[in-house]
């Protein structure tokens, strides 16, 4: 069964560090994405990062950039400098082509805390 | 980059009362919507999948009488809670993706609906 799984329910970050977000994957497809949204307590979804199955090369887009190592079924998403406007929730996404269309699944999520 | 918009922001109302959101994408075409419900500190479990001129998919558990979706055109999909009660009280949130096949296509997200039945 696909699953996403996100193992940290919080954490806390001191602004300009860089934060590591964990997420782990699990799915017999080869053939399949990843995405990591922000979801700030306003409600919206704010995509920031996507990572193929088959890219050989992590992504990486201004200050996010995506761990992946496929051996381990992981995607961590590293966010460098961090800024008091990065407190959200993540989550981590996979998305699957099933009966026609692409389907996205959730992780539980992370909440961030960026403190001064 | 690609918008999509959900209305309304905020609905209160009695229980009993059917409510209906909307969901446009606004600059691009979108044959598939989506369409999720969140609970306070939880992540987003999807609802159903809406298709342009068929019928929604719905995930297991999800009344498909409960909850109606129309997909009428490719820039509208609505959501119709009908005969809603306390305990449909919730965010929803819709997105769309553009009409490209493959898996690299992120979902776009409308800012949600807070649902609060009385």
């Known amino acids: 069964a696909q699953k996403i799984t996100q193992t940290q329910p919080g954490m806390f970050v001191q602004e300009k560090e860089a934060v590591t977000l964990d997420c782990t994957y699990d799915?017999?497809?080869?053939?399949?994405?990843l995405f990591w949204y922000k979801q700030p307590s306003s409600g919206e979804m704010i995509f920031l990062i996507y990572q193929g199955s088959y890219d050989q090369q992590n992504a990486t887009e201004g200050r996010y950039s995506l761990n992946f190592q496929k051996a381990r079924k992981s995607a961590n998403l590293v966010i460098s400098a961090s800024q008091l406007g990065d407190s959200a929730m993540y989550f981590c996404a996979m998305s699957l082509f099933s009966g026609g269309y692409n389907k996205l699944i959730f992780g539980a999520g992370t909440r961030l805390a960026v403190h001064p | 980059g690609a918008v999509v918009s959900q209305h309304p922001s905020w609905v209160i109302c009695k229980s009993g009362t059917s409510v209906k959101i909307e969901c446009r994408s606004l600059?691009?075409?979108?044959?598939?919507m989506f369409w999720y419900r969140q609970f306070p500190k939880q992540s987003l479990m999807l609802m159903a999948t809406s298709n342009e001129g068929s019928k929604a998919t719905y995930e297991q558990g999800v009344e498909k009488d409960k909850f109606l979706i129309n997909h009428a055109s490719l820039t509208l999909s609505t959501l119709t809670v009908t005969s809603a009660h306390p305990e449909d009280s919730s965010f929803y949130i819709c997105?769309?993706?553009?009409?490209?096949?493959?898996?690299?296509?992120?979902?776009?997200f409308g800012d949600g609906t807070r649902l609060s039945i009385l």
């Open positions: 600059d691009f075409q979108a044959t598939t």
């Open positions: 799915t017999s497809d080869p053939s399949y994405g």
């Open positions: 997105s769309a993706r553009a009409l490209t096949r493959g898996n690299n296509q992120p979902q776009h």
